[in-house]
């Protein structure tokens, strides 16, 4: 690797060393964790939950930054990423790299001892997915990147069920495999409009190998597959009519925006407005259905609804 074109870096502060940990893609995860922790049945006290969550999330962003460790030169040459801690001069990259790693060793020894052995090997499976099987493996080489390495992103509810109930049941799983289809359509919508960047820097993402109109083929038919998933906890038994339902609607709504981006063949920067609306709008969809998860968890513990998962199907 070459070194990135400011060579005399600045003092570092806590904010250089908060951005390492990518904060925005952190509360996705913490609340997704949450969320599979206060969906799965049983109970956990609050303070050993707490630790949970924060475990996962010391290890993603310990993850993080060995991503912007590993990646500082090809963020030096993006746009978007020019100005982050480590291109942007204010670090030294072994900074980086010593940060994610005491992030990460700390996690998991916390979870380990306070949670469990086996929250902690999942979380320790997901910290090396994202920091090397996603970012040093796959995201400069294949165009699946996304698509293989969506698993990283989508350990954090499994995480946080198993951080309650000990174990790995179909309920879990299948919040594992929304994220995991969830992430395709949400990423490469983005990556329809920062194509310039990826091309400039010579990562291969879908739409700078396989072109727009591939790219766009596969949103919709990764939204297609998204949607049976996103209603199967409710299918198998899992939840009750409550997030059934929420499933069914957001993900029409899923559907209805990506057709728009689908069925177009090319466009420009200035007119990718269907793009950038499923872009965030997926962002809600995540956060709507987990949310789905929860109240419906809630309302069956209070006897307000049939009992779902409390019937056994996710314990």
Same mark, same amino acid.
């Given at each position: 690797?070459?070194?990135?074109?400011?060579?005399?870096?600045?003092? $570092?502060?806590?904010?250089?060393?908060?951005?390492?940990?990518?904060?925005?893609?952190? @509360?996705?995860?913490?609340?997704?964790?949450?969320?599979?922790?206060?969906?799965?049945?049983?109970?956990?006290?609050p303070?050993?939950?707490?630790?949970?969550?924060?475990?996962?999330?010391?290890?993603?962003?310990? +993850?993080?930054?060995?991503?912007?460790?590993?990646?500082?030169?090809?963020?030096? &040459?993006?746009?978007? @990423?020019?100005?982050?801690?480590l291109?942007?001069?204010?670090?030294?990259?072994?900074? $980086?790299?010593?940060f &994610?790693?005491?992030?990460?060793?700390?996690?998991?020894l916390?979870?380990?001892?306070?949670?469990?052995?086996?929250?902690? $090997?999942?979380?320790?499976?997901?910290?090396?997915?994202y920091?090397?099987?996603?970012?040093?493996? #796959?995201?400069?080489?294949?165009? !699946?990147?996304?698509?293989?390495?969506? &698993?990283?992103?989508?350990?954090?509810?499994l995480?946080?069920?198993?951080?309650?109930?000990?174990?790995? @049941?179909?309920?879990?799983?299948?919040?594992?495999?929304?994220?995991?289809?969830?992430?395709?359509?949400?990423?490469?919508?983005?990556?329809? /409009?920062?194509?310039?960047?990826?091309?400039?820097?010579?990562?291969?993402?879908?739409?700078?190998?396989?072109?727009?109109r591939? @790219?766009?083929? !596969?949103?919709?038919?990764?939204?297609? #597959?998204?949607?049976?998933?996103?209603?199967?906890?409710?299918?198998?038994?899992?939840?009750?009519?409550?997030?059934?339902?929420? $499933?069914?609607?957001? +993900?029409?709504?899923?559907?209805?925006?990506?057709?728009?981006?689908?069925?177009?063949?090319? +466009?420009?920067?200035?007119?990718?407005?269907?793009?950038?609306t499923l872009f965030? /709008?997926?962002?809600?969809?995540?956060?709507?259905? /987990?949310?789905?998860?929860?109240?419906?968890?809630?309302?069956?513990? !209070?006897?307000?609804? &049939?009992?779902?998962?409390?019937?056994?199907?996710?314990?």
């Amino acid at each position: 690797m070459t070194i990135v074109a400011n060579t005399v870096p600045l003092p $570092a502060d806590w904010r250089d060393f908060f951005t390492l940990t990518k904060p925005r893609v952190m @509360t996705l995860v913490i609340f997704t964790a949450i969320c599979g922790l206060l969906a799965a049945p049983g109970s956990i006290h609050p303070v050993l939950g707490f630790t949970a969550i924060l475990a996962i999330a010391m290890g993603a962003g310990g +993850s993080a930054a060995l991503n912007h460790w590993w990646e500082a030169d090809l963020d030096a &040459g993006m746009k978007r @990423t020019a100005n982050r801690p480590l291109p942007g001069g204010r670090m030294r990259r072994e900074d $980086a790299r010593d940060f &994610g790693l005491f992030l990460s060793g700390v996690s998991l020894l916390v979870m380990g001892v306070a949670i469990g052995w086996l929250a902690a $090997a999942m979380l320790a499976v997901a910290i090396f997915y994202y920091a090397v099987v996603y970012t040093m493996w #796959l995201k400069p080489r294949t165009p !699946q990147n996304i698509v293989i390495g969506g &698993g990283s992103g989508a350990f954090p509810p499994l995480i946080g069920w198993i951080a309650v109930t000990g174990e790995v @049941t179909a309920m879990p799983v299948l919040l594992f495999a929304i994220i995991f289809m969830w992430t395709p359509p949400h990423f490469w919508a983005l990556a329809l /409009f920062m194509k310039s960047d990826y091309a400039k820097v010579g990562i291969p993402m879908m739409p700078v190998v396989a072109g727009e109109r591939s @790219t766009r083929r !596969q949103i919709l038919a990764y939204t297609v #597959l998204l949607a049976p998933v996103a209603i199967a906890p409710w299918a198998i038994g899992g939840t009750s009519w409550v997030y059934g339902s929420v $499933a069914a609607v957001l +993900s029409l709504l899923f559907l209805a925006l990506a057709v728009p981006v689908g069925i177009r063949t090319r +466009s420009d920067v200035d007119t990718m407005t269907p793009e950038k609306t499923l872009f965030r /709008f997926s962002i809600y969809y995540l956060f709507v259905l /987990f949310a789905a998860l929860v109240a419906d968890r809630v309302l069956a513990a !209070q006897g307000l609804i &049939g009992p779902g998962m409390l019937a056994g199907v996710g314990a």
